[in-house]
């Protein structure tokens, strides 16, 4: 009987890098197997009987070369996967056995070396449902994947572990532990249902190991969840489904104290009515924390001249004590939500197609920082402008806590060409860069961003960049666009931006690419 292999995962490796790494959600990708090596091809005078498709892990160790330490290689230690024939019925298994020595075939996953690890800084990206891949920062070289982020959960029960369906991954870098946090939706019975699955790195390494954990909403879904890493929890949010309705909104604290020393961790949730929709909690950038003790707060849209701003406080020793406050609702310029009507209407050139604005809701990240002489919050989502369908309205929410004030806020416009799917960030001195797509009647979608520094005039950016223009549309009744485009900020200067977000090569559909463009601002040392 001949095996071919199609596809191989990786759960675990485990690795030395040289060099400092990002790590990105990429775009949905198949991952290519090696070669078959000459000693697995089928021997003259035989035929196939059967050809299985295998999916699971294969485990490696970087070792040291026998007979001379100085030099290392890849050492395959056990191969785990499940086989099923080509109707998708399970027919075999492979789990461990003895080791053997990895094929000169398989070692373009990654090198080996004895370098010591450094500590890896990821710019927060999200381009797709499946996927995620590591690159160098300083090369922009792919150190690990693509895989499915599935496989970081190979082997936890229930959902986590088998889905077989996911989606909505995020991924955040906790700056002050110096580790990586993975989510991702998973569920068992085509969401109708559904768990939310977390790892925890063990190290700054994203290659390495994590420490997963598996929290259900049964009988409920906990749709498009958004996080925040907060000194006294990992906050959460969700829009909350049964069958047949809307919910509301859904906000969660988890012990992230527990979560990365591997142990037991709780979760303690807040049920909104259906009046709340996504709400976004903040996350913590730069180097200096937040008053010990304040609580993680919380903004959403609310009418065409508020927004509503809540405040959540954790106490994991005594759940009871636990509060959800607000909100204190934060007067705005009247706006007009961008596709209202319709939630689908940014148009491209060459296609009927029109894309979701994702007007109804605020965009991923709510980005906290605090200054010597103040804290600010950052946030931003779409608005349809005279001219076009959508263009980005942004604010500056100063003071959170105590006095909560909109200090600024501005609306970036192009004309007739739509702005949509914005996500923000500040800088250590305090520039702001708003990063967006672009399309129009003419322009295919497209990667740009803009920015602003202190001394500019409050509510105004300067100018446009545009940093990659795609040269495809989305066609046939796919509507659907860059859910997580992302700003983040590079914890190793606190100073460099990078922004994900995604464009099309060719028209199509579910053929989108992701691209990611790193600027800093010269007035941030």
Known sequence: ???????????????????????????????????????????????????????????????????????????????????????????????????????????????????????????NTKASNISFQVFSKSTGRTVFGPAEISSIFSGVPGACGSGPDYTDPVALYDKAAGRWLVTILASSDGFKTGFECFAVSITSDATGSYNRYAFSFSPNLNDDPKFGVWPDAYYGSYNMFSASAFLGAKVCAYSRGAMLAGKTALSICFQRPTSDFTLLPSDLDGHTAPPA??????????????????????????PANSTFTGPTMLTVPSFTEACAATGTCIPQPGTTQRLDSLGDRMMFRLVYRKFASHEALVATHSEKTSAAASGVRWYE???????????????????????????????????????????????????????????????????????????????????????YSSVSIDPSDDCTFWYANEYIPSNGIFNWHTRLNSFKFTSCK
């Not at 089928?42 to 490696?60: D, F, N, R, S, T």
């Not at 996967?81 to 075939?105: H, V, W, Y």
């Not at 065409?304 to 005594?318: A, G, I, Q, Y």
């Open 293 to 318: 003790g304040e609580p993680n707060f919380l903004l959403e849209l609310a009418t065409s001249t508020t927004l509503n701003l809540f405040k959540f406080h954790v106490d994991f020793t005594t």
């Open 1 to 123: 009987m001949r095996m071919e292999i199609r596809r191989i995962i990786l759960r675990r490796v485990f690795l030395s890098l040289s060099g400092l790494s990002v790590l990105a959600l990429a775009a949905a990708v198949g991952i290519q197997p090696p070669n078959v090596p000459n000693n697995l091809k089928l021997p003259e005078g035989q035929m196939v009987l059967l050809k299985a498709v295998g999916q699971g892990v294969q485990i490696y160790a970087c070792s040291a070369k026998a007979g001379d330490p100085t030099q290392f290689e890849w050492v395959l230690k056990a191969p785990e996967a499940d086989l099923m024939d080509t109707r998708g019925r399970g027919s075999a298994n492979i789990t461990a056995g003895q080791p053997e020595k990895l094929t000169t075939a398989a070692r373009w996953w990654v090198r080996c070396s004895n370098a010591p690890k450094l500590p890896v800084q990821w710019p």
């Open 397 to 483: 929410i100063r003071n959170p806590n105590t006095s909560p004030t909109v200090f600024q806020r501005g609306t970036v416009t192009a004309g007739s060409t739509s702005l949509w799917m914005g996500s923000i960030g500040m800088d250590k001195v305090g520039d702001i860069a708003l990063g967006f797509s672009e399309s129009s009647s003419s322009l295919h979608p497209a990667v740009a961003y803009i920015g602003r520094v202190p001394t500019d005039p409050p509510g105004t950016m300067e100018s446009i960049d545009v940093t990659f223009k795609g040269n495809g549309s989305q066609t046939s009744s796919l509507s659907r666009w860059g859910d």
